[in-house]
């Protein structure tokens, strides 16, 4: 951080300040990982004012423009404004390629990706992460979110932990390893399928290899002062020990994140862990723990019931046997639309096959079998 304040300092002396602009990326990432959120935020609403002032007076956006708006949509995110982050994107690519640096492209199709799990489309994530792949370039600085365990975790939330496996021995990694930083993401990663092959199948000794790693990783994130980490840590301790059935060192975990979590704003980070995380919720909730915070994640995984897999609707018009997931309505006000099946496809950023098969859940979902009787279905439920 001192380093890159000093670099900052010197461009700016020398009169260079678009590249001065290019230090807020890796700046930003140091700060999330030291889980200081909010200040990674007015670090990028900062830069993007003086980028706009910069474009005032050049008549062209500095290069690093359109990095800059994905960054603080990466942040948005987090905060689960899923609205402000996708329109943080649209500005990122309307700005066109040359407002984007060469090694920093792929990010606009991670955060993408991201949005769209969040929103509970995983194959349109894997998708754009297969396009970020695709993209990536090798910049100077290390890439410590690797694209493939991004991939690995999408895999891990849709139950392929076989996928899943090959990854992990394809990278070499051990619940045994040295914990290193550059690998810290994997780690975590290969906790999260560890307590996911526990749950799929218990007695294995999985569980045991989990809370071992996840102790490792703990202690020498406390060490570096990564805030962040140690957070999303204890997020993880606190699932392995309710999968044990530990509901009391479960919630004691769980209680640390959250205190740290609370003041920057941290959302996603707890939602993406799905289902698991609802029961743990009520216990935190009838315990008195961080009751603003606990409320505000239950109503968003289930504003009614707080027992709804995310992404699904609480309590969907019209009373269907099977409820249409968040995406699910995305494309259904979409089909309403005098747009193409291609044009959908484009707007969403999804592939054909994607934008089928998304289709023909809704057609099951709404018994009908064309995109006329689909329309007039949902019109008469009141779905759009």
């Not at 290390?142 to 990278?171: F, H, K």
């Amino acid at each position: 951080m001192r380093a890159f304040g000093e670099v900052r300092i010197s461009l700016r002396r020398a009169g260079n300040l678009a590249d001065a602009l290019s230090t807020t990326i890796p700046t930003a990432d140091m700060l999330l990982g030291q889980g200081r959120l909010r200040d990674a935020q007015r670090l990028y609403e900062d830069a993007l004012g003086e980028a706009l002032r910069l474009t005032v007076a050049d008549g062209t956006p500095p290069q690093s423009t359109g990095d800059l708006e994905v960054g603080l949509s990466e942040i948005l995110r987090e905060q689960n404004d899923l609205p402000a982050a996708l329109a943080h994107l649209a500005a990122s690519e309307a700005l066109g390629e040359p407002a984007h640096s060469h090694e920093n492209r792929y990010r606009w199709f991670v955060s993408m990706a991201r949005i769209r799990q969040a929103e509970g489309d995983p194959e349109a994530a894997l998708e754009l992460l297969g396009t970020a792949e695709q993209d990536y370039r090798r910049g100077f600085l290390p890439e410590l979110r690797p694209i493939d365990a991004q991939t690995a975790r999408v895999w891990i939330g849709q139950g392929r932990l076989d996928e899943a496996t090959a990854w992990v021995t394809a990278r070499g990694l051990s619940s045994t390893d040295a914990p290193v930083y550059l690998r810290e993401f994997e780690h975590l990663t290969l906790a999260r399928l560890l307590i996911a092959a526990h749950r799929a199948a218990p007695g294995t000794g999985r569980l045991r290899e989990a809370l071992h790693l996840l102790g490792r990783l703990l202690a020498t994130a406390e060490t570096g002062h990564r805030w962040g980490s140690v957070t999303e840590i204890q997020l993880l301790q606190a699932l392995a020990h309710a999968a044990n059935g530990d509901t009391i060192r479960a919630l004691e975990s769980l209680e640390q994140a959250l205190r740290r979590a609370e003041p920057e704003g941290y959302c996603r980070l707890f939602l993406d862990e799905g289902e698991p995380l609802v029961a743990l919720l009520r216990n935190a909730s009838a315990a008195g723990i961080s009751p603003a915070v606990v409320q505000r994640l239950s109503n968003t995984i289930a504003p009614d019931e707080g027992a709804l897999p995310l992404g699904e609707s609480a309590a969907p018009a019209g009373g269907l046997a099977e409820p249409l997931s968040e995406r699910e309505r995305q494309v259904l006000r979409l089909l309403a639309s005098e747009l193409s099946g291609p044009d959908i496809a484009r707007e969403l950023y999804i592939s054909l096959n994607t934008l089928r098969t998304h289709t023909r859940h809704i057609f099951g979902k709404l018994d009908v079998n064309s995109r006329p009787a689909a329309v007039r279905r949902a019109e008469a439920l009141g779905l759009l």
